[in-house]
Every structure is written in structure tokens, then in C-alpha cells.
């Protein structure tokens, strides 16, 4: 059974930065994608960011409302994908959740079977 785990969230102001891990266990991680996706309050859950690696060959994919401010990154040894979040502004403020698929081609945005339980950032102005 897959787990995705996220930690490193928490209160920051604006134009600073967070680093969320998400750490993957019970499977094995070749050939897939992982993906943030983040939920303000009373919004719909929207995609951020995701990394797809098939053979040796890794390529990320953001939405243009954080390109140029997050970087999407995995350390294969430890089973983790890391988002770097810099220049935050308060709309960045949500829960944000890792997701998982084991089939690494298709859009990038859909298509995930695991999550993770999700992790607070808060921006402040």
C-alpha cells in the first residue's frame, strides 16, 4: 500500500519561502509522476506542480501561477519530492497535498491514486 506523507508546511510572510517534502513508502517508484496540488478554503483543489521520471529522464510541470516561484524536485534514494516555494504571496495560503500515479505518461494534472494527508502553508501580508 502506497503512503504519501507531507510535512514542512507552515506561517510565512509574504515573499517568503517553505520547503514541502512528501515522502513515498510501500511501493516502488519507477516510472512515475508526483504532483502538489493545494485547497484554499471554499475553493476547488487546483494543481501546482508535478514531476514525472521515466528511465533517467525527469520533467517537471507547474501551473503559471507559481512558474518562476516554485521549483518541483525528487531525491530518488530517499523516495521524496521536495517543493521549494519562494516569493509567496498570501494566495499561495492553502492545504497542499501530494499525489501519486504509477503511470507516468498522460497529463500531468489528472489521473492520481494517492494522496497524501496535506500539510498548511499560511502567507501572511
Known amino acids: 500500500q502506497v503512503q504519501l506523507v507531507e510535512s514542512g508546511g507552515g506561517l510565512v510572510q509574504a515573499g517568503g519561502s517553505l520547503r514541502l517534502s512528501c515522502l513515498a513508502s510501500?511501493?516502488?517508484?519507477?516510472?512515475?509522476?508526483m504532483a502538489w496540488f493545494r485547497q484554499a478554503p471554499g475553493k476547488e483543489r487546483e494543481s501546482v506542480a508535478a514531476?514525472?521520471?521515466?528511465?533517467?529522464?525527469?520533467?517537471?510541470y507547474y501551473e503559471d501561477s507559481v512558474k518562476g516561484r516554485f521549483t518541483i524536485s525528487r531525491d530518488g534514494a530517499k523516495n521524496t519530492v521536495y517543493l521549494q516555494m519562494n516569493s509567496l504571496k498570501p494566495e499561495d495560503t492553502a492545504v497542499y497535498y501530494c499525489?501519486?500515479?504509477?503511470?507516468?505518461?498522460?497529463?500531468?494534472?489528472?489521473?492520481?491514486?494517492?494522496w497524501g494527508q496535506g500539510t498548511q502553508v499560511t502567507v501572511s501580508s
Open positions: 499525489a501519486g500515479s504509477r503511470i507516468s505518461l498522460g497529463n500531468w494534472r489528472t489521473g492520481y491514486d494517492y
Open positions: 510501500g511501493g516502488i517508484f519507477i516510472n512515475y509522476r
Open positions: 514531476i514525472k521520471w521515466i528511465g533517467g529522464t525527469t520533467t517537471p
